[in-house]
């Protein structure tokens, strides 16, 4: 168990709609970041937040959205959802902003888009 | 826009040296290169990373071209644990009032074989 948390597991829509996926940090960790996890694409990612701003970006496309709040839990908001967001996302955390500074994995997100 | 390109897959016997490319043609000046792996969807774990020099440490090297365009992972004696995607990615730094970007490749799956 690495402390970070991911909800919901699961999670199975349909095209055009918008769905929000929730990250808990470990304790006392102050970075998240969001990566999306495909067979035909890999391991991408995201975006990352340290200390609720945004500190990096990867392949984000404009259509998602993220944010970290004040008690440091984070959202990735998928919106006009296509067939090729299926995926598994993963949140991560880590103490520090330097993206080569440990980071710990949630169990993950799968979303199916239908 | 930075892009990194990676073979899909690589073989490589146990006990010899891994030699993974990555074509990264249209890097700038500033951008570093980073490699990560993945061992069977764990989270990534950070490797090496450079900017224009040879790399050296207790996991790998890492060898940049001159020019700058391409570089490659040298795992000096694979073990059946290196089994893992390996990814190539270019960090480009922040703008002003922007954020850093990170550019994965779709990374190579190595399989070390007994």
């Known amino acids: 168990d690495s402390g970070v948390t991911q909800t919901p597991k699961h999670l199975i829509t349909a095209t055009g709609q918008r769905v929000t996926l929730r990250c808990s940090p470990r304790?006392?960790?102050?970075?998240v970041y969001w990566y999306q996890q495909s067979l035909d694409q890999g391991l991408q990612f995201l975006i990352q937040y340290y200390n609720g701003e945004e500190r990096a970006k990867g392949n984000i496309l404009e259509r998602f959205s993220a944010q970290q709040f004040p008690d440091l839990h984070s959202e990735l908001n998928l919106s006009s959802l296509e067939l090729g967001d299926s995926a598994l996302y993963f949140c991560?955390?880590?103490?520090?902003?330097?993206?080569?500074?440990?980071?710990?994995f949630g169990p993950g997100t799968r979303l199916t888009v239908l | 826009d930075a892009k990194t390109t990676q073979p899909p897959s690589m073989d490589c016997a146990e006990g010899r040296a891994a030699n993974l490319p990555c074509n990264h043609s249209t890097i700038s000046g500033n951008e570093y290169v980073y490699w990560y792996r993945q061992i069977h969807s764990q989270g990534p774990q950070y490797i090496i990373h450079?900017?224009?020099n040879n790399e050296t440490n207790e996991m790998a090297s890492l060898i940049i071209t001159e020019d700058r365009k391409s570089s490659t992972l040298i795992l000096p004696h694979a073990t059946l644990r290196d089994t893992a995607v390996y990814y190539c990615?270019?960090?480009?730094?922040?703008?002003?009032?922007?954020?850093?970007?990170?550019?994965f490749g779709k990374g190579t799956k190595l399989t070390v074989n007994p």
């Open positions: 990615i270019v960090r480009v730094p922040r703008t002003q009032g922007g954020s850093e970007k990170l550019v």
């Open positions: 450079g900017l224009k």
């Open positions: 991560a955390s880590s103490v520090g902003r330097l993206f080569t500074d440990t980071q710990y």
């Open positions: 304790s006392g960790d102050l970075s």
